[in-house]
Protein backbone atom coordinates (compact mmCIF):
# COMPACT_ATOMS: atom_id res chain seq x y z
CA UNK A 1 0.00 0.00 0.00
CA UNK A 2 1.42 3.48 -0.41
CA UNK A 3 0.94 6.64 1.28
CA UNK A 4 2.12 9.85 2.19
CA UNK A 5 5.65 10.16 3.90
CA UNK A 6 6.27 13.46 4.12
CA UNK A 7 5.41 17.35 3.31
CA UNK A 8 7.81 19.60 2.24
CA UNK A 9 5.81 22.69 4.09
CA UNK A 10 6.77 26.09 4.46
CA UNK A 11 7.08 25.66 8.32
CA UNK A 12 10.64 24.25 7.43
CA UNK A 13 11.99 27.17 5.69
CA UNK A 14 10.75 29.72 8.46
CA UNK A 15 13.93 30.74 9.78
CA UNK A 16 15.60 31.07 6.17
CA UNK A 17 12.36 33.79 4.68
CA UNK A 18 12.77 36.70 6.91
CA UNK A 19 12.63 39.50 4.44
CA UNK A 20 12.62 36.98 1.45
CA UNK A 21 9.75 37.52 -1.34
CA UNK A 22 7.35 34.36 -1.29
CA UNK A 23 5.50 33.84 -4.01
CA UNK A 24 1.85 32.04 -3.27
CA UNK A 25 -0.05 30.46 -5.53
CA UNK A 26 -3.52 30.52 -3.78
CA UNK A 27 -6.61 29.08 -5.25
CA UNK A 28 -8.87 32.47 -4.95
CA UNK A 29 -11.45 31.40 -7.73
CA UNK A 30 -14.79 32.46 -5.83
CA UNK A 31 -17.97 33.87 -6.86
CA UNK A 32 -18.00 37.64 -8.14
CA UNK A 33 -21.58 38.76 -8.33
CA UNK A 34 -21.74 42.71 -8.93
CA UNK A 35 -18.40 43.30 -8.35
CA UNK A 36 -18.08 41.62 -5.06
CA UNK A 37 -16.91 38.62 -3.60
CA UNK A 38 -20.19 36.43 -2.77
CA UNK A 39 -18.64 33.74 -0.84
CA UNK A 40 -15.02 34.21 0.93
CA UNK A 41 -14.56 30.72 2.28
CA UNK A 42 -11.54 29.80 0.38
CA UNK A 43 -9.97 33.37 0.86
CA UNK A 44 -10.57 32.54 4.05
CA UNK A 45 -9.09 29.33 4.21
CA UNK A 46 -4.96 30.74 2.97
CA UNK A 47 -5.28 33.31 6.06
CA UNK A 48 -2.85 31.22 8.09
CA UNK A 49 -0.28 30.67 5.35
CA UNK A 50 -0.71 34.66 4.87
CA UNK A 51 -0.27 35.41 7.97
CA UNK A 52 2.40 33.31 8.85
CA UNK A 53 5.11 34.91 5.79
CA UNK A 54 3.49 38.42 7.03
CA UNK A 55 4.94 37.52 10.66
CA UNK A 56 8.38 36.82 9.11
CA UNK A 57 8.14 39.99 7.33
CA UNK A 58 8.11 38.18 3.78
CA UNK A 59 7.08 40.10 0.89
CA UNK A 60 3.97 38.26 -0.04
CA UNK A 61 2.70 37.98 -3.41
CA UNK A 62 -0.10 35.89 -4.46
CA UNK A 63 -0.98 34.43 -7.70
CA UNK A 64 -4.27 32.97 -8.44
CA UNK A 65 -6.82 32.09 -11.34
CA UNK A 66 -10.43 33.30 -11.70
CA UNK A 67 -12.78 31.55 -13.83
CA UNK A 68 -12.08 30.50 -17.32
CA UNK A 69 -10.91 33.37 -19.46
CA UNK A 70 -8.91 31.39 -22.25
CA UNK A 71 -6.13 33.78 -22.65
CA UNK A 72 -8.17 36.92 -22.58
CA UNK A 73 -9.00 39.73 -20.24
CA UNK A 74 -12.09 40.22 -19.21
CA UNK A 75 -13.28 42.19 -16.95
CA UNK A 76 -16.12 40.17 -14.76
CA UNK A 77 -12.62 37.39 -14.08
CA UNK A 78 -10.40 40.64 -13.00
CA UNK A 79 -9.47 39.33 -9.28
CA UNK A 80 -9.32 43.19 -8.39
CA UNK A 81 -12.41 42.69 -6.16
CA UNK A 82 -10.65 39.86 -4.46
CA UNK A 83 -7.73 42.22 -3.27
CA UNK A 84 -10.36 44.41 -1.90
CA UNK A 85 -11.97 41.38 0.11
CA UNK A 86 -9.13 40.39 1.17
CA UNK A 87 -7.57 43.74 2.42
CA UNK A 88 -11.34 43.62 5.05
CA UNK A 89 -10.54 40.23 6.14
CA UNK A 90 -6.98 41.00 6.64
CA UNK A 91 -7.62 44.35 8.74
CA UNK A 92 -4.61 45.63 6.59
CA UNK A 93 -3.08 46.89 2.96
CA UNK A 94 -3.57 44.73 0.06
CA UNK A 95 -1.97 45.69 -3.24
CA UNK A 96 -3.83 44.74 -6.45
CA UNK A 97 -1.15 45.10 -9.60
CA UNK A 98 -2.97 45.16 -12.91
CA UNK A 99 -1.47 42.11 -14.62
CA UNK A 100 0.65 38.96 -13.74
CA UNK A 101 4.26 39.64 -15.28
CA UNK A 102 6.12 42.36 -16.80
CA UNK A 103 7.50 45.55 -16.49
CA UNK A 104 4.89 46.87 -14.16
CA UNK A 105 4.36 43.98 -12.19
CA UNK A 106 8.32 43.38 -11.79
CA UNK A 107 8.35 47.52 -10.60
CA UNK A 108 5.50 47.08 -8.11
CA UNK A 109 7.67 43.88 -6.30
CA UNK A 110 10.94 45.89 -6.14
CA UNK A 111 8.94 48.51 -4.30
CA UNK A 112 7.78 46.43 -2.29
CA UNK A 113 8.53 46.82 2.00
CA UNK A 114 9.06 44.14 4.40
CA UNK A 115 5.47 42.39 5.25
CA UNK A 116 3.49 43.94 3.13
CA UNK A 117 0.87 42.27 0.26
CA UNK A 118 0.19 42.00 -3.33
CA UNK A 119 -2.08 40.37 -5.31
CA UNK A 120 -1.41 39.62 -9.24
CA UNK A 121 -4.08 39.77 -11.72
CA UNK A 122 -5.56 36.47 -13.21
CA UNK A 123 -3.47 34.31 -14.32
CA UNK A 124 -5.20 32.83 -17.04
CA UNK A 125 -5.29 36.00 -18.57
CA UNK A 126 -2.42 34.82 -20.27
CA UNK A 127 -2.27 31.47 -22.38
CA UNK A 128 1.24 30.95 -20.89
CA UNK A 129 -0.56 29.64 -17.73
CA UNK A 130 -2.60 26.82 -18.74
CA UNK A 131 -0.29 26.01 -21.40
CA UNK A 132 2.16 24.84 -18.75
CA UNK A 133 4.47 27.14 -20.62
CA UNK A 134 8.49 27.44 -19.16
CA UNK A 135 8.64 31.25 -19.95
CA UNK A 136 5.40 31.83 -18.36
CA UNK A 137 6.76 30.24 -15.54
CA UNK A 138 10.18 31.64 -15.38
CA UNK A 139 8.86 35.25 -15.84
CA UNK A 140 6.45 34.39 -12.62
CA UNK A 141 9.80 33.24 -10.72
CA UNK A 142 11.65 36.26 -11.28
CA UNK A 143 9.46 38.03 -9.21
CA UNK A 144 10.80 36.09 -6.09
CA UNK A 145 12.69 34.07 -4.06
CA UNK A 146 10.76 31.28 -3.06
CA UNK A 147 7.33 29.42 -3.82
CA UNK A 148 4.63 28.21 -1.86
CA UNK A 149 1.55 26.31 -3.03
CA UNK A 150 -1.39 26.45 -1.00
CA UNK A 151 -4.01 25.65 -3.98
CA UNK A 152 -4.75 21.68 -3.35
CA UNK A 153 -7.59 22.64 -5.85
CA UNK A 154 -5.42 23.33 -8.82
CA UNK A 155 -2.31 20.48 -7.99
CA UNK A 156 -4.13 18.52 -10.65
CA UNK A 157 -3.27 20.60 -13.30
CA UNK A 158 -0.05 21.11 -15.39
CA UNK A 159 -0.41 24.83 -15.28
CA UNK A 160 2.23 27.33 -15.40
CA UNK A 161 1.98 28.60 -11.70
CA UNK A 162 1.53 25.38 -10.14
CA UNK A 163 3.52 22.49 -11.71
CA UNK A 164 6.59 24.20 -13.87
CA UNK A 165 7.71 27.10 -11.45
CA UNK A 166 8.83 24.80 -9.16
CA UNK A 167 12.00 24.25 -11.70
CA UNK A 168 12.91 27.59 -10.74
CA UNK A 169 12.36 28.15 -6.77
CA UNK A 170 13.33 26.56 -3.83
CA UNK A 171 9.18 25.42 -3.43
CA UNK A 172 7.06 24.40 -0.09
CA UNK A 173 3.67 23.66 0.96
CA UNK A 174 1.70 26.39 2.67
CA UNK A 175 -0.41 25.53 5.45
CA UNK A 176 -3.63 24.61 4.32
CA UNK A 177 -2.13 22.57 1.58
CA UNK A 178 -0.38 20.91 4.16
CA UNK A 179 -3.39 20.18 5.91
CA UNK A 180 -5.21 19.52 2.89
CA UNK A 181 -2.56 16.53 2.23
CA UNK A 182 -2.88 15.11 5.46
CA UNK A 183 -6.56 15.01 6.14
CA UNK A 184 -7.14 13.46 2.67
CA UNK A 185 -4.46 11.20 3.42
CA UNK A 186 -6.30 9.31 6.51
CA UNK A 187 -9.03 8.08 3.63
CA UNK A 188 -5.97 6.21 2.25
CA UNK A 189 -5.99 4.10 5.78
CA UNK A 190 -9.66 5.13 7.18
CA UNK A 191 -10.60 3.30 10.40
CA UNK A 192 -13.40 1.17 9.41
CA UNK A 193 -16.21 1.09 8.38
CA UNK A 194 -15.76 3.45 5.80
CA UNK A 195 -18.92 4.58 3.84
CA UNK A 196 -18.55 7.16 0.54
CA UNK A 197 -20.90 9.37 -0.59
CA UNK A 198 -21.38 10.35 -4.22
CA UNK A 199 -23.62 12.85 -5.81
CA UNK A 200 -23.08 15.90 -8.10
CA UNK A 201 -24.31 16.50 -11.82
CA UNK A 202 -20.79 15.22 -12.84
CA UNK A 203 -20.63 11.81 -13.09
CA UNK A 204 -17.62 10.69 -15.07
CA UNK A 205 -15.09 12.12 -11.76
CA UNK A 206 -17.04 10.80 -9.49
CA UNK A 207 -17.60 7.43 -11.64
CA UNK A 208 -13.42 7.56 -11.58
CA UNK A 209 -13.47 7.72 -7.43
CA UNK A 210 -15.96 5.08 -7.15
CA UNK A 211 -14.04 2.58 -9.36
CA UNK A 212 -10.53 3.91 -7.43
CA UNK A 213 -11.91 3.62 -4.09
CA UNK A 214 -14.08 0.88 -4.65
CA UNK A 215 -11.69 -1.59 -2.60
CA UNK A 216 -11.00 0.39 0.57
CA UNK A 217 -14.65 1.43 1.14
CA UNK A 218 -17.38 -0.76 3.15
CA UNK A 219 -20.30 1.25 1.36
CA UNK A 220 -20.78 3.64 -1.63
CA UNK A 221 -23.71 5.38 -1.57
CA UNK A 222 -24.59 7.10 -5.12
CA UNK A 223 -26.98 9.33 -5.56
CA UNK A 224 -27.18 12.71 -8.44
CA UNK A 225 -26.41 11.67 -11.92
CA UNK A 226 -23.82 8.95 -10.89
CA UNK A 227 -26.57 7.17 -9.73
CA UNK A 228 -28.47 7.65 -13.12
CA UNK A 229 -25.27 5.80 -14.61
CA UNK A 230 -25.68 2.70 -12.42
CA UNK A 231 -29.43 2.30 -12.91
CA UNK A 232 -28.94 2.87 -16.95
CA UNK A 233 -26.61 0.14 -16.69
CA UNK A 234 -28.57 -2.31 -14.60
CA UNK A 235 -31.04 -1.92 -17.26
CA UNK A 236 -33.69 0.55 -15.02
CA UNK A 237 -35.80 3.31 -17.17
CA UNK A 238 -34.15 7.00 -16.52
CA UNK A 239 -36.29 9.22 -18.73
CA UNK A 240 -34.65 12.23 -19.44
CA UNK A 241 -32.45 12.25 -16.60
CA UNK A 242 -28.24 13.40 -17.00
CA UNK A 243 -26.36 10.43 -17.60
CA UNK A 244 -22.87 9.99 -19.05
CA UNK A 245 -23.08 7.81 -21.72
CA UNK A 246 -19.01 7.57 -21.95
CA UNK A 247 -18.98 6.26 -18.33
CA UNK A 248 -21.61 3.05 -18.71
CA UNK A 249 -18.85 0.74 -19.66
CA UNK A 250 -16.79 1.62 -16.07
CA UNK A 251 -20.07 1.35 -14.30
CA UNK A 252 -20.79 -2.00 -15.80
CA UNK A 253 -17.29 -2.82 -14.97
CA UNK A 254 -17.62 -2.32 -11.42
CA UNK A 255 -20.89 -3.85 -11.76
CA UNK A 256 -19.55 -6.93 -12.60
CA UNK A 257 -17.31 -6.84 -9.15
CA UNK A 258 -20.63 -6.61 -7.01
CA UNK A 259 -21.53 -9.58 -8.88
CA UNK A 260 -19.00 -11.94 -7.43
CA UNK A 261 -18.67 -9.85 -4.05
CA UNK A 262 -20.09 -8.35 -0.95
CA UNK A 263 -22.70 -5.30 -2.56
CA UNK A 264 -21.06 -2.21 -2.18
CA UNK A 265 -22.66 0.14 -4.02
CA UNK A 266 -26.26 1.46 -2.56
CA UNK A 267 -28.56 3.01 -4.80
CA UNK A 268 -31.65 4.73 -4.73
CA UNK A 269 -34.45 2.12 -4.06
CA UNK A 270 -36.99 5.27 -5.06
CA UNK A 271 -36.17 8.89 -6.07
CA UNK A 272 -38.33 11.88 -6.36
CA UNK A 273 -38.97 13.06 -10.48
CA UNK A 274 -39.79 16.03 -12.11
CA UNK A 275 -40.42 17.01 -15.68
CA UNK A 276 -37.48 19.30 -17.15
CA UNK A 277 -33.44 19.69 -15.86
CA UNK A 278 -33.39 23.06 -16.70
CA UNK A 279 -36.96 25.01 -17.14
CA UNK A 280 -39.65 24.85 -14.07
CA UNK A 281 -40.78 22.12 -12.39
CA UNK A 282 -44.42 22.55 -11.11
CA UNK A 283 -44.88 18.78 -9.68
CA UNK A 284 -42.44 16.54 -8.13
CA UNK A 285 -43.49 12.55 -7.56
CA UNK A 286 -41.65 9.96 -5.80
CA UNK A 287 -40.95 6.72 -7.68
CA UNK A 288 -39.49 3.71 -7.43
CA UNK A 289 -36.84 2.50 -10.08
CA UNK A 290 -39.29 0.35 -11.88
CA UNK A 291 -41.95 3.25 -11.98
CA UNK A 292 -39.94 5.94 -13.98
CA UNK A 293 -41.18 6.93 -17.16
CA UNK A 294 -39.58 8.15 -20.46
CA UNK A 295 -40.34 11.50 -19.54
CA UNK A 296 -39.66 11.93 -15.75
CA UNK A 297 -36.27 13.05 -14.80
CA UNK A 298 -34.73 12.34 -11.97
CA UNK A 299 -34.05 14.90 -9.25
CA UNK A 300 -33.42 13.93 -5.91
CA UNK A 301 -33.35 10.43 -3.83
CA UNK A 302 -36.71 9.65 -2.30
CA UNK A 303 -37.81 9.01 1.61
CA UNK A 304 -36.95 5.40 1.59
CA UNK A 305 -33.51 6.00 -0.07
CA UNK A 306 -32.86 8.83 2.65
CA UNK A 307 -33.78 6.04 5.79
CA UNK A 308 -31.41 3.03 4.11
CA UNK A 309 -28.58 5.88 3.46
CA UNK A 310 -28.74 6.99 7.49
CA UNK A 311 -28.54 3.77 8.80
CA UNK A 312 -25.25 3.19 6.55
CA UNK A 313 -24.03 6.62 8.19
CA UNK A 314 -25.17 5.95 11.54
CA UNK A 315 -22.64 3.07 11.13
CA UNK A 316 -19.75 4.55 9.63
CA UNK A 317 -16.33 5.74 11.17
CA UNK A 318 -15.02 7.63 8.24
CA UNK A 319 -17.45 9.27 5.97
CA UNK A 320 -16.32 11.01 2.88
CA UNK A 321 -19.16 12.88 1.01
CA UNK A 322 -18.41 15.14 -2.12
CA UNK A 323 -21.67 16.22 -4.31
CA UNK A 324 -25.26 16.94 -3.26
CA UNK A 325 -28.15 14.22 -3.87
CA UNK A 326 -30.03 15.79 -6.40
CA UNK A 327 -31.19 19.28 -8.02
CA UNK A 328 -30.28 20.68 -4.43
CA UNK A 329 -30.93 24.78 -5.97
CA UNK A 330 -34.44 23.64 -6.28
CA UNK A 331 -36.64 23.79 -3.02
CA UNK A 332 -38.25 20.50 -4.36
CA UNK A 333 -35.55 18.31 -4.78
CA UNK A 334 -33.35 19.14 -1.82
CA UNK A 335 -34.77 16.71 0.84
CA UNK A 336 -32.02 13.69 -0.19
CA UNK A 337 -29.42 16.17 -0.08
CA UNK A 338 -30.10 18.15 3.47
CA UNK A 339 -31.30 14.87 5.36
CA UNK A 340 -27.62 13.25 4.61
CA UNK A 341 -25.76 16.73 5.58
CA UNK A 342 -27.55 16.12 8.75
CA UNK A 343 -27.02 12.57 9.47
CA UNK A 344 -23.16 13.32 8.51
CA UNK A 345 -22.98 15.73 11.01
CA UNK A 346 -24.63 13.83 13.74
CA UNK A 347 -22.42 10.87 12.87
CA UNK A 348 -19.53 13.52 13.00
CA UNK A 349 -20.51 14.62 16.33
CA UNK A 350 -20.06 10.81 17.90
CA UNK A 351 -16.53 10.83 16.49
CA UNK A 352 -16.63 9.29 12.92
CA UNK A 353 -13.77 11.44 10.96
CA UNK A 354 -15.59 13.03 8.06
CA UNK A 355 -14.09 14.59 4.86
CA UNK A 356 -16.54 16.60 2.74
CA UNK A 357 -15.89 18.35 -0.56
CA UNK A 358 -17.81 20.50 -3.41
CA UNK A 359 -19.58 24.23 -2.67
CA UNK A 360 -22.66 22.60 -3.03
CA UNK A 361 -22.07 19.79 -0.25
CA UNK A 362 -20.81 22.82 2.37
CA UNK A 363 -23.99 24.76 1.58
CA UNK A 364 -26.38 21.89 2.36
CA UNK A 365 -23.70 21.43 5.79
CA UNK A 366 -24.41 25.19 6.52
CA UNK A 367 -28.04 25.10 6.06
CA UNK A 368 -28.80 22.47 8.31
CA UNK A 369 -26.29 24.17 11.29
CA UNK A 370 -23.66 21.33 10.74
CA UNK A 371 -20.15 22.17 9.37
CA UNK A 372 -18.77 22.78 11.99
CA UNK A 373 -19.12 19.00 13.08
CA UNK A 374 -17.03 18.07 9.64
CA UNK A 375 -13.37 17.31 10.58
CA UNK A 376 -12.31 18.82 7.27
CA UNK A 377 -13.91 20.46 4.24
CA UNK A 378 -11.30 20.43 1.57
CA UNK A 379 -11.23 23.16 -0.50
CA UNK A 380 -9.75 21.09 -3.21
CA UNK A 381 -12.71 20.29 -5.67
CA UNK A 382 -11.56 18.24 -8.35
CA UNK A 383 -8.23 18.00 -7.14
CA UNK A 384 -9.86 16.47 -4.03
CA UNK A 385 -11.35 13.57 -6.18
CA UNK A 386 -8.58 13.27 -8.40
CA UNK A 387 -6.01 12.86 -4.89
CA UNK A 388 -8.45 10.25 -3.71
CA UNK A 389 -8.67 8.08 -6.90
CA UNK A 390 -5.01 7.98 -7.39
CA UNK A 391 -4.42 10.21 -10.00
CA UNK A 392 -1.67 12.57 -10.98
CA UNK A 393 -1.25 15.81 -9.05
CA UNK A 394 1.79 17.62 -10.38
CA UNK A 395 1.45 20.31 -8.24
CA UNK A 396 2.49 18.49 -5.23
CA UNK A 397 5.96 16.71 -6.68
CA UNK A 398 8.55 17.86 -5.24
CA UNK A 399 6.83 19.25 -2.15
CA UNK A 400 4.58 16.72 -0.55
CA UNK A 401 5.79 13.41 -1.61
CA UNK A 402 2.51 11.24 -2.00
CA UNK A 403 2.23 7.83 -3.00
CA UNK A 404 -1.22 6.67 -3.55
CA UNK A 405 -2.68 3.53 -3.56
CA UNK A 406 -4.05 2.76 -7.02
CA UNK A 407 -0.89 4.59 -9.25
Known sequence: M?????????????????????????????????????????????????????????KVILASHLGRPLGKRVVKMSLEPVAKKLEKILGKEVGFIKDSTGLAVGTAVARMKPGEIILLENLRFHDGETENSLKFAKELAQLADIYVNDALAVSHRRHASVDRIKKYLPSYAGLLLEKEVENLSKILRPKKPLVIIIGGAKAATKIGLIKNLYRKADKILVGGAAANNFLKAKNFEIGKSLID????????????????GAKKIILPVDTVVGTSLVGENKSAQVKGPVQIGKSDVILDIGPQTIRLFNG??????????????????????????LAMALA??????????????????????????????????????????????GGKMPGLEGIAEVLLMYN
Open 344 to 389: VGKRSAKGAFSLVGGGETIEALVKVKMLDQINWVSTGGGAMLTFLA
Open 2 to 58: KRVTKIKSIRQAAIRITGKKVLVRVDFNVPIKDGRVADDYKIAACLPTIRFLSRYKC
Open 312 to 337: YIRRAETIVWNGPLGMFEDNKFKSGT
Open 245 to 260: KKSLALVRSILRKESV
